[in-house]
T-cell receptor, first 116, second 112 residues
Framework: GAVVSQHPSRVICKSGTSVKIECRSLDFQATTMFWYRQFPKQSLMLMAT?????????EQGVEKDKFLINHASLTLSTLTVTSAHPEDSSFYIC????????????FGPGTRLTVL | AQSVTQPDIHITVSEGASLELRCNYS??????LFWYVQSPGQGLQLLLK??????LVQGIKGFEAEFKRSQSSFNLRKPSVHWSDAAEYFC??????????FGKGTTLSVSS
């Protein structure tokens, strides 16, 4: 099956620092990757759509200057939370859309970000 | 507007009893439908998906779901619940190459 990894799985940082989260499709190419955010005991909300070689498309209300997304290759997308604050603490989950066929999206295991 | 509604926030079922989790969707195009399960602090695990064809879909762990276009529903069922099924369940809808829209989730508790 298709595997998507995320690194790190858990990160704790101080307020004001930046944190980079990587999302990799390990055994397939992903033209499109999606970044979701999940607050405790809530559902997943789409933050942005990341297409290889082009700028990400952000959902309304998501600050593109705060959540920098780079999709440099067909297997890697990164999310950088810049100048993180406690309210950015959340569970960040990526998914990768495998090329061709149906909407075969595969989710990463998620990254728990805690900002102190 | 595109949306997914899971009417039940929390359900408690006795171990060994049957389970049905409801999901209704609103989607402008041909819907692809999914059920995911999430344990506390964990990622999502895909239980089953519907793209086309037979409207009764079998998934992992003994789960099944039935797509009813006329009712815009995709309810999840299991004939006999096990204590290990206690978790958060999310229904989601999407289209080809698009992000998924998730419902708010249903928390399943299993009593002995």
């Amino acid at each position: 099956g298709a595997v998507v990894s995320q690194h790190p799985s858990r990160v704790i940082c101080k307020s004001g620092t930046s944190v980079k989260i990587e999302c990799r499709s390990l055994d397939f190419q992903a033209t499109t990757m999606f970044w979701y955010r999940q607050f405790p005991k809530q559902s997943l909300m789409l933050m942005a759509t990341s297409n290889e070689g082009s700028k990400a498309t952000y959902e309304q209300g998501v600050e593109k200057d705060k959540f920098l997304i780079n999709h440099a290759s067909l297997t890697l997308s990164t999310l950088t939370v810049t100048s993180a604050h406690p309210e950015d603490s959340s569970f960040y989950i990526c998914s990768a859309d495998r090329r061709g066929g149906y909407n075969e999206q595969f989710f990463g295991p998620g990254t728990r970000l805690t900002v102190l | 507007a595109q949306s997914v509604t899971q009417p039940d926030i929390h359900i408690t079922v006795s171990e060994g009893a049957s389970l049905e989790l409801r999901c209704n969707y609103s989607y402008g195009a041909t819907p692809y439908l999914f059920w995911y399960v999430q344990s506390p602090g964990q990622g999502l695990q895909l239980l089953l998906k519907y793209f086309s064809g037979d409207t009764l879909v079998q998934g992992i762990k003994g789960f099944e779901a039935e797509f009813k276009r006329s009712q815009s529903s995709f309810n999840l069922r299991k004939p006999s619940v096990h204590w290990s099924d206690a978790a958060e369940y999310f229904c989601a809808v999407g289209g080809a190459g698009t992000a998924l829209i998730f419902g708010k989730g249903t928390t399943l508790s299993v009593s002995s």
